[in-house]
């Protein structure tokens, strides 16, 4: 009775929220869990399908909380890899002039891994913690 959804939508927060973070893979996961155990007031967009771009759903979707003043857009590659470069536009474009879009993740570098499963683990915890506020 499933099916593929571009778009799902967090039901564990109030429409009142003033942060929205988009978000794409595992670092889902990793900000569901920093975000509950922080009881943080934030809900959480997952994008499961880039193109063709969901407009429409991802419009309807930031439409519940149109109460926020911060969207966040939340990857764990760095900033010239992964969604950013192609997301970047296409999420301005659904946004109300009160709201504001930011990016939270790696910066520019010329390899997507740190070479380092520690300094990967630091990254990845700083990541969350900005993402979150």
């Known amino acids: 009775s499933g099916r593929f959804e571009p ?3 967090d039901v564990a927060t109030s429409p009142d929220v003033k942060r929205v973070i988009i978000t794409s893979g595992k670092v889902y996961y ?7 155990k922080a009881s943080a007031n934030v809900a959480l967009i997952r994008l499961e399908q880039f193109y063709p771009f969901p ?5 309807e979707a930031l439409k519940g909380y149109s109460g926020a003043t911060e969207v966040v857009w939340v990857q764990e590659e760095p ?26 993740g790696r910066p520019l ?12 683990d630091d990254q990845q915890k700083a990541l969350v913690e900005r993402a979150l506020g």
Request: overall charge positive; hydrophobic content about 40%; glycine content about 4%.
């Open 30 to 36: 990793d900000l569901r869990q920093a975000r509950d």
């Open 7 to 9: 778009v799902l939508l």
């Open 109 to 120: 570098a010329a390899a997507p891994a740190t070479g380092s499963h520690h300094r990967h």
């Open 55 to 59: 407009q429409s759903m991802l419009a």
């Open 79 to 104: 900033r010239n890899m992964g969604a950013w470069p192609f997301l970047h536009e296409r999420l301005q474009s659904l946004l109300t002039p009160e709201q504001k879009l930011t990016y939270v």
